[in-house]
């Protein structure tokens, strides 16, 4: 059977190997660096549960992936934007915490064991040009980058909790988070423009959060990194399936990506097992909510006034906040007639981005 070759051991790269191998195809995966998930450094990230009905958790196990690594469920998030809180007590989980990196228990190295485990093999080391690829899973594209995230993760005595700061000064169009999961936190600024102001951003999340919480902070070390995004994602170049942040898949209001790249590894292998239409199968599943979180994006800009206070107030008065995020990311009514000015607005304030 054909040996399928794919760039980048990330969890879009791994996700559609780890498929594959199952299904008995020869399967390589490339990887630049040393180990899976050195492209980040100990962050924990949240893989949301919003975006799409059901449960991620669920979910991934239905995308052939076992829970291997940490996975905390969180149903409560405490926001502030430095002069009012709000707090958001969900019926299920929110989302759920994961660790990045090549750290024991992180999400990257859970797929790793199991690519392993499925006969899948790794050259790690080893870059592979995106047009020797059968398929393209090399992360952020360098000339899309909207998105700069600075911090530090660190280990701690601290409950578990979760924390989000919505201020323009610490986070100029974007957010600041605080997460602690299992003795381990994260604190990061994400800005979307302006990027030659995040080390003061970074200093003024802490200063705020220092201000609210009693911090403990022990062993920090530097995490970040960059995001890159796309309105129109490109599923397929030169006949080769490009998955996850490669192919322009990312949450365009506050950059969650992790869930898409599985699910595009996914269904790009599926495409391969069932000789089916990736694209299609991709148009089908992220046109509707990538044109969702485009509006979404514009109402954060347009509306943000008062620190995003008018934003979390409707939020906090639906009955349910999941529910509410997820009405906001499945293109309903108010979001269609939105988008042909959040189109507009949106290609005017970041040139490229609908290119
Ligand atoms: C600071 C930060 C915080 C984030 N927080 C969240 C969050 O809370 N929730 C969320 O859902 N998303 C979050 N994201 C986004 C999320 O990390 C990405 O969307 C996700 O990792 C994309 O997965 P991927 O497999 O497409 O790419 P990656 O995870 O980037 O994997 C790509 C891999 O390809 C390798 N590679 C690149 N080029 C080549 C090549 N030519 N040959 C071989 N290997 C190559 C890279 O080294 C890398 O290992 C965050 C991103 C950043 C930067």
Request: aromatic fraction near 10%.
């Given at each position: 059977m054909?040996?399928?070759?794919?760039?980048?051991?990330?969890?879009?790269?791994?996700?559609?190997?780890?498929?594959?191998?199952?299904?008995?195809?020869?399967?390589t995966v490339y990887e630049k660096h040393r180990d899976s998930g050195q492209r980040f450094h100990g962050d924990i990230q949240g893989l949301e549960n919003w975006s799409v009905a059901g449960d991620i958790v669920e979910q991934l196990e239905e995308m052939g992936l076992a829970i291997n690594f940490h996975c905390q469920p969180f149903s409560e998030l405490k926001v502030t934007n430095g002069e009012r809180d709000w707090h958001f007590s969900c019926k299920k989980p929110a989302f759920y915490l994961v660790k990045r990196g090549d750290i024991p228990g992180s999400l990257d190295q859970g797929l790793k064991h199991q690519a392993e485990a499925a006969g899948v093999t790794i050259r790690y080391t080893t870059q592979l040009a995106a047009k020797r690829a059968d398929i393209v899973a090399t992360g952020p594209r360098p000339h899309h980058i909207f998105a700069i995230?600075?911090?530090?993760?660190?280990?701690?005595?601290?409950?578990?909790?979760?924390?989000?700061?919505?201020?323009?000064?610490?986070?100029?169009?974007?957010?600041?988070?605080?997460?602690?999961?299992?003795g381990y936190g994260c604190m990061c600024t994400v800005l979307f423009d302006r990027f030659g102001e995040i080390n003061r951003c970074q200093?003024?999340?802490?200063?705020?959060?220092?201000?609210?919480?009693?911090?403990?902070?022990?062993?920090?070390?530097?995490?970040?990194?960059?995001?890159?995004?796309?309105?129109?994602?490109?599923?397929?170049?030169?006949?080769?399936?490009?998955?996850?942040?490669?192919?322009?898949?990312?949450?365009?209001?506050?950059?969650?990506?992790?869930?898409s790249a599985i699910t595009s590894g996914y269904l790009a292998a599926r495409s391969i097992i069932d000789h089916t239409d990736y694209e299609a199968a991709a148009h089908g599943f992220f046109d509707r909510r990538l044109q969702a979180s485009l509006v979404?994006?514009?109402?954060?800009?347009?509306?943000?006034?008062?620190?995003?206070?008018?934003?979390?107030?409707?939020?906090?008065?639906?009955?349910?906040?999941?529910?509410?995020?997820?009405?906001?990311?499945?293109?309903?009514?108010?979001?269609?007639?939105?988008?042909?000015?959040?189109?507009?607005?949106?290609?005017?304030?970041?040139?490229?981005?609908?290119?």
């Open positions: 054909k040996n399928i070759r794919i760039a980048g051991s990330g969890p879009a790269g791994m996700t559609a190997a780890i498929n594959l191998a199952r299904a008995g195809y020869a399967v995230a600075r911090g530090i993760a660190f280990t701690t005595t601290m409950a578990d909790q979760a924390h989000g700061l919505v201020n323009d000064d610490a986070a100029f169009k974007g957010y600041s988070y605080l997460l602690v999961s299992g200093a003024a999340t802490e200063a705020l959060f220092r201000e609210r919480l009693d911090l403990d902070i022990r062993d920090p070390r530097p995490v970040g990194g960059l995001g890159s995004f796309a309105a129109s994602p490109v599923y397929c170049r030169e006949r080769r399936l490009r998955v996850g942040e490669a192919a322009g898949l990312q949450d365009l209001l506050w950059g969650f990506g992790m869930r979404n994006r514009y109402l954060w800009e347009r509306f943000g006034r008062d620190n995003y206070a008018r934003l979390m107030d409707r939020i906090a008065a639906a009955p349910d906040a999941l529910e509410f995020l997820h009405s906001f990311h499945n293109l309903n009514l108010l979001q269609r007639l939105l988008h042909p000015l959040a189109r507009r607005f949106v290609g005017r304030r970041y040139p490229g981005l609908l290119a």
